[in-house]
Structures are given as C-alpha cells and as structure tokens.
C-alpha cells in the first residue's frame, strides 16, 4: 500500500481538492482508502488512543467473549 499525506481545506459544497502533484500519482480508477482529520493540534494523543481503540475493538467478535466469562469466574 502507498500513501500521501496533504493539507486542504473542505469547500462550501464540501469537496476537498487534491492537489496537482498528488492527482498526478494516482492511477485513474484505483480503489483508494481515505482518512480525514482535522483540529489534529487540539488532542493527537486523543486521536491516537481512540484510532487505535477502534483497531483493537474492530477485531472482537462476540466469540471471544467466553474469554471475558473466564476472566470473571477466576475472581
């Protein structure tokens, strides 16, 4: 997987621009996976911990609860 990272800003009909160098590296009709984010000055260590959470929880299926019900019995 390849990635470029740019800065922009959302337009009032809410299209963000990709600038010309970048456009110019993607092949057209290429699937693209997209992140967007903003106010990243406010909280990163914020964004990192909840970007992560997301991972982690993503991956829990409901059979892995039998390990929680293991947990609880051993107490």
Do not use: C
């Not at 800003?9 to 970048?22: D, F, K, L, R, W």
């Not at 057209?28 to 914020?46: K, M, N, S, T």
Request: charged fraction near 30%.
């Amino acid at each position: 997987m390849k990635a470029v990272e740019f800065e922009g800003t959302v337009s009032h009909n809410g299209q963000i621009a990709v600038p010309a160098e970048i456009a110019g590296q993607l092949p057209p009709g290429e699937r693209l996976h997209v992140v967007i984010q903003w106010d990243a000055a406010a909280d990163e260590d914020g964004v990192w911990r909840t970007q992560g959470r997301q991972r982690f929880e993503a991956a829990y299926r409901p059979e892995d609860a039998v390990y929680d019900q293991l947990m609880d019995e051993t107490r």
